[in-house]
């Protein structure tokens, strides 16, 4: 049972548009979701964040927006540029003390921007 | 900023032998580092948290006799894949956090890649 689910394995967009990706979870338990950008051969790099208590994240041309009632978050780029194609995690992580609790990862999106 | 880094980047190795992971914090101390392991075309997958100081715990289904995980200081955490057979073939990825909260960044390592022969 996946609990974060990435349904588009690729997305195609044009130099200078609009990238939006998409996330969906299952667990109303989760509080902090993030994006990851990953290249081949190298490990997953930070994006950007947002707290359960927020809908909205802006950071430069990333924002992330999270729908809590639908239990749904999405990545928006924009303008996309020909160095945003990777693949892009969703992960999800409940709050707990510490915060010691590892990720829960989708299983990804590969965002190609076209020339 | 706060690097992760793990070796080796890649390995081969026959089936039935054992093969070491080595994950580094190098400019922060890491109480807690994570091992991820990722099929083709699927997500990461956590397989254990890594506790300094302590036994790790592992995720339901994961062989803690077969992936034992040692984190002996702030800085280091070890992965040994051991009697490694083909299905363990993988993309094996740490991460550490950098500070205290649930907030706090994240940073993986570069992955190691794995093929059992």
């Known amino acids: 049972d996946q609990q974060v689910k990435q349904n588009s394995p690729s997305l195609s967009v044009q130099e200078g548009r609009i990238s939006i990706l998409n996330c969906d979870y299952t667990n109303s338990m989760f509080d902090y979701f993030l994006w990851y950008k990953k290249y081949p051969a190298e490990g997953p790099t930070f994006l950007i964040s947002?707290?359960?208590?927020?809908d909205k994240n802006e950071d430069g041309r990333f924002t992330v927006f999270l729908n809590k009632s639908a239990k749904h978050l999405s990545l928006h780029i924009v303008p996309s540029q020909p160095g945003d194609s990777a693949v892009y995690f969703c992960?999800?992580?409940?709050?707990?003390?510490?915060?010691?609790?590892?990720?829960?990862f989708g299983k990804g999106t590969h965002l190609i921007i076209q020339p | 900023g706060a690097v992760v880094s793990q070796h080796p980047s890649w390995v081969i190795c026959k089936s039935g032998t054992s093969v070491k992971i080595e994950c580094r914090s190098l400019?922060?101390?890491?109480?807690?580092m994570f091992w991820y392991r990722q099929f083709p075309k699927q997500s990461l997958m956590l397989m254990a948290t890594s506790n300094e100081g302590s036994k790790a715990t592992y995720e339901q289904g994961v062989e803690k006799d077969k992936f034992l995980i040692n984190h002996a200081s702030l800085t280091l955490s070890t992965l040994t894949v051991t009697s490694a057979h083909p299905e363990d073939s993988s993309f094996y990825i740490c991460?550490?956090?950098?500070?205290?909260?649930?907030?706090?960044?994240?940073?993986f390592g570069n992955g190691t890649r794995l093929t059992v022969t």
């Open positions: 992960a999800a992580t409940t709050y707990s003390g510490g915060g010691a609790d590892g990720l829960t």
């Open positions: 947002i707290s359960s208590i927020k």
């Open positions: 991460s550490a956090r950098s500070g205290t909260g649930y907030n706090s960044p994240l940073h």
């Open positions: 400019d922060f101390q890491a109480t807690t």
